[in-house]
């Protein structure tokens, strides 16, 4: 069965960080646009840190630019995102997604309806205390 799988999330203190992975089991990421979304409850959902498909080209949304980084394992057809310096509000599920037309980093960012991606992960759970 083909599909996205993440972890690592958990709850961390404020200024603190965590590493998300995005794992692709049975179909290869390297022909996929990659993307981190983060719904919190009641809130829309928000394309927090995307990767083309070819050039590795990255695009974050502006609350996060400079703390996190999303990366690329092609070996372990796994996607990384590092976030540093966490706030309490980065508080949600986090969701990584792949899909092969929105391939552009930017476009890919541009939050939208789950079931119109390729391929859409059951979520990790962040949770940062002040």
């Known amino acids: 069965q083909s599909q996205l799988v993440e972890s690592g999330g958990g709850v961390v203190q404020s200024g603190g960080s965590l590493r998300l992975s995005c794992a692709a089991s049975?179909?290869?990421?390297?022909?996929?646009?990659i993307g981190w979304f983060r719904q919190a409850p009641g809130m829309e959902r928000e394309g927090v840190a995307c990767i083309s498909r070819s050039d590795g080209t990255t695009h974050y949304g502006d609350s996060v630019k400079g703390r996190f980084t999303i990366s690329r394992d092609h070996a372990k057809n796994t996607v990384y995102l590092q976030m540093d310096n966490l706030k309490p509000d980065d508080t949600a599920v986090y969701h990584c997604a792949a899909d092969g037309v929105f391939i552009h980093a930017e476009n890919m960012c541009v939050p939208r309806a789950s079931l119109v991606y390729d391929y859409w992960g059951q979520g990790t759970q962040v949770t940062v205390s002040s």
């Open positions: 049975g179909f290869s990421l390297d022909g996929y646009g």
